[in-house]
């Protein structure tokens, strides 16, 4: 009954592969966030979709495409990995802000994802 | 532009004293969201406490706080009673209403002594 659950857990492979990471939510959230944490934990914004639709692409590499199935799906695709892509790749739902409030977003356990 | 600040990269406190770690923030908006999240070495994001900008109560959730001063932009996270299980990483975070994305600070390391 995981809220945002990512698979792999783990992934170890080698430079210039393309691999995806998955994610899904059963919380019922319209908006689907993957952010990437560095070496020095640095929490940083990469994507967001909110109901299949991108909202928010920052400056990140167009080797790095995601695609949203449907709303409880966010997956991340990364193509040619370099070394410097080495980090961990979270995932992270939330209701969409309405009304004045802000939602909390929820995050998945992360992907570590090592390049050789 | 909107920042997060955490000036304590890390801190070392005897089990079952209380804890107070900093942030600030800065926002032109009137309208934001406050957050703190737990990152265990297991890695994991655990969220622990919400605070609005428009909320007049501190938030409050079990062992922790909020002490939120608006007027100082600083939401300082507060642990009663410390525990071992409480060493990790803390992150400070905001979220605009006007924005989609949260901005986190660089996050406080914190270490519970036996």
């Known amino acids: 009954d995981t809220a945002v659950s990512q698979t792999p857990k783990y992934l170890v492979t080698q430079m210039g592969n393309d691999k995806s990471i998955k994610c899904e939510q059963n919380?019922?959230?319209?908006?689907m966030y993957w952010y990437k944490q560095d070496s020095k934990k640095f929490l940083k914004i990469m994507f967001s979709?909110?109901?299949?639709?991108?909202?928010i692409n920052e400056t990140v590499p167009n080797r790095f495409s995601p695609k949203s199935p449907d709303k409880a799906h966010l997956n991340l695709h990364i193509n040619s990995l370099e070394l410097g892509d080495s980090a961990v790749y979270f995932c992270?739902?939330?209701?969409?802000?309405?009304?004045?409030?802000?939602?909390?977003?929820?995050f998945g356990p992360g992907t570590r994802l090592l390049v050789l | 532009a909107q920042k997060i600040t955490q000036t304590q990269p890390g801190m070392f406190v005897q089990e079952k004293e209380a804890v107070t770690l900093d942030c600030t923030y800065d926002t032109s908006d009137q309208s934001y969201g406050l957050f703190w999240y737990k990152q265990p070495s297991s890695g994991e994001m655990i969220f622990l406490i919400y605070?609005?900008?428009?909320?007049?109560q501190n938030a409050t959730e079990g062992r922790y706080s909020l002490n939120f001063q608006k007027a100082r932009k600083s939401a300082n996270l507060v642990i009663s009673a410390s525990q071992l299980g409480d060493s990790a990483m803390y992150f400070c975070?905001?979220?605009?209403?006007?924005?989609?994305?949260?901005?986190f600070g660089k996050g406080t390391r914190l270490h519970i002594l036996p």
């Open positions: 605070q609005g900008s428009y909320d007049e």
């Open positions: 992270a739902s939330s209701q969409e802000t309405s009304g004045g409030v802000v939602e909390t977003q929820y």
């Open positions: 979709y909110n109901n299949k639709e991108l909202i």
């Open positions: 919380l019922g959230h319209d908006t």
């Open positions: 975070a905001m979220k605009s209403i006007w924005d989609d994305k949260i901005i």
